[in-house]
């Protein structure tokens, strides 16, 4: 069943993020979605989950700018981002929003407190205040042992929490998060969650996280299921 903007989230005017008639295809003939429709409010926390190759991850990039749709339109804060040139959505994820991606991307000849402090840096912040915030951040992920490691030293987990840091340190409205406790063992999945979910609250971020943890879903305001019937809400 697929649902309609409305159905999914309540009034567009008071939304984070609002996709209305979203199409995306990339084999002809096959597309991944029609006519999508969702909106997310401001400081809410939503689960998404689905079958894998479903469109979870392309979902995300196409909210976070990195990808645009063939039909329908994508705002975020109000804005439309799926018009915007590549250089003013490489600006909107700089100042907007924070993502954590399924692979990590950390930038490998940086540490782990240089990637996690690079959004304050990007946003003009002094060099010494952003490592302290990034450093704090680190620090509550229970990384301070491990703050001037390079990625290629650290753990899958570690790496992880590194890109947790990476996306909260500059306070963004909204955080996309793609599978962000997948490789965590239970204890650290517990922790990053907790982080995330706590940084995102004191912040008013919104939150929309790909997930298969039954424990993620269950911390958030709202649960979706992506299929290849469209977007629904799940208990
Ligand atoms: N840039 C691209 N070019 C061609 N096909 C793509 C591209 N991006 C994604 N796809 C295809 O779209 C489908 C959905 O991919 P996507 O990564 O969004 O799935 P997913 O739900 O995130 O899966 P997983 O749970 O395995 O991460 C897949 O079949 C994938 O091969
Ligand atoms: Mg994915």
């Known amino acids: 069943m697929s649902v309609s903007a409305n159905e999914v989230g309540g009034s567009a005017k008071t939304s984070v993020v609002v996709l209305a008639g979203v199409t995306r295809t990339f084999m002809p003939g096959r597309p991944l979605f029609t006519d999508l429709n969702l909106c997310i409010r401001a400081g809410e926390r939503v689960a998404l989950r689905g079958e894998s190759g479903v469109g979870k991850s392309t979902l995300l990039n196409l909210i976070a700018g990195l990808d645009v749709p063939d039909s329908g339109t994508v705002s975020v804060g109000g804005r439309r981002i799926d018009t915007l040139s ?7 994820r700089r100042d907007s929003l ?6 990590f991307h950390l930038l490998p000849h940086l540490s782990a407190v240089q990637n996690a402090m690079l ?4 946003k003009g912040q002094g060099e010494a205040r952003a490592q302290a915030a990034a ?26 929490r590194v890109a947790l840091a990476r996306a909260l340190v500059h306070g963004p ?7 962000p406790t997948g ?6 999945a517990r922790t990053a969650l907790a ?4 940084t995102c609250t004191s912040r ?23 299929s290849a019937q469209g977007l629904a809400e799940s208990t």
């Open 173 to 179: 409205q909204l955080v996309l998060a793609d599978e």
């Open 204 to 226: 008013g971020a919104a939150l929309l996280m790909v997930t298969h943890s039954a424990e993620a879903a269950a911390v958030a305001d709202r649960r979706l299921v992506l």
């Open 86 to 92: 590549a250089d003013e959505r490489a600006r909107f």
């Open 195 to 198: 982080a995330l979910i706590d």
């Open 119 to 122: 959004p304050l840096l990007l």
């Open 183 to 188: 490789n965590l063992d239970p204890a650290t």
């Open 98 to 103: 924070g993502f954590v991606f399924q692979a």
């Open 135 to 160: 450093g704090d951040l680190l620090t509550q992920l229970g990384l301070a042992a491990r703050m001037y490691a390079y990625p290629g030293e650290l753990s899958g987990g570690e790496q992880q």
